[in-house]
């Protein structure tokens, strides 16, 4: 590669990079619907994530209908933003074409822990692919996760068949916000050398990123005293959709 080669492939590189660092939730946006042609074009960006054995785990469900995504909204906790985005997106684990694929060749599908963790992991690149493709696009998106609090009656609505699963939402949309980027993590608390670090090396960056995500609280929503120990406690100190293993059994996954 030559100089200007090099230059320009650093350019875009830099490009790209400031694009992934410029994500941010956006849950205002304007009364504008998504062309299908800018979901075409982000969906096939999207489906050269990477895919364990090229099986191509997942499955997007666009939804259009006002009255399924009113409901879908009432079911994630009363988001208004699933109603009002641009567009909305259901994104499923996906291993009912496969067990077709099987069933056509009559031999067992075989369900297992491993399925089930490729194709949470395949929609989850998949989807990430996607974000990054509409944010290129200039449109704002949020992840829905509210969407696994009443999974049984989300499957009802939408027709989910056997080894299908739905993971989360996806709106999309034109912004009407520009809302500032959340503090994440030190990347020095996420990128370790040759071995997991100690629990007082691990509770250095914790304490560095509550006084970051405090600071956020107070200028941008005004709460003092907030933390990111307060919510992993709040998140993790007691069971969360505790129906949702049950759930997922009942649809033919596996989870041994």
Request: hydrophobic share 45%; net charge positive; charged share 20%.
């Amino acid at each position: 590669m030559n100089g200007p080669e090099q230059a320009a492939q650093v350019a875009h590189g830099d490009a790209v990079l400031a694009q992934m660092l410029a994500h941010r939730s956006v849950r205002r946006f304007a009364d504008m619907v998504v062309p299908d042609g800018d979901v075409e074009r982000a969906v096939a960006a999207a489906q050269r994530a990477a895919t364990s054995h090229l099986v191509q785990s997942y499955a997007l469900l666009r939804v259009r209908s006002p009255q399924t995504r009113a409901r879908i909204a009432e079911l994630a906790g009363g988001q208004a933003h699933v109603r009002e985005a641009g567009a909305f997106f259901v994104v499923l684990g996906d291993q009912h074409r496969h067990r077709l694929v099987l069933e056509a060749a009559k031999v067992p599908y075989c369900a297992s822990l491993e399925p089930f963790l490729v194709s949470v992991i395949d929609a989850a690149l998949f989807a990430q692919n996607l974000t990054l493709a509409f944010e290129a696009l200039g449109y704002g998106t949020c992840y829905i996760g509210g969407l696994r609090n009443e999974p049984a009656a989300l499957d009802r609505l939408l027709g989910t068949p056997e080894g299908a699963f739905a993971l989360f939402g996806l709106c999309v949309g034109v912004p009407a916000e520009r809302p500032e980027a959340l503090p994440r993590l030190p990347v020095g608390a996420v990128l370790f050398e040759e071995r997991y670090p100690s629990a007082p090396e691990l509770a250095q960056g914790i304490a560095a990123y509550d006084r970051a995500f405090g600071a956020y609280q107070e200028r941008v929503r005004g709460k003092s005293g907030r933390t990111w120990t307060q919510q992993v406690l709040r998140l993790f100190g007691a069971p969360q959709r505790p129906s949702l293993a049950a759930h997922y059994l009942a649809k033919g996954a596996d989870l041994r």
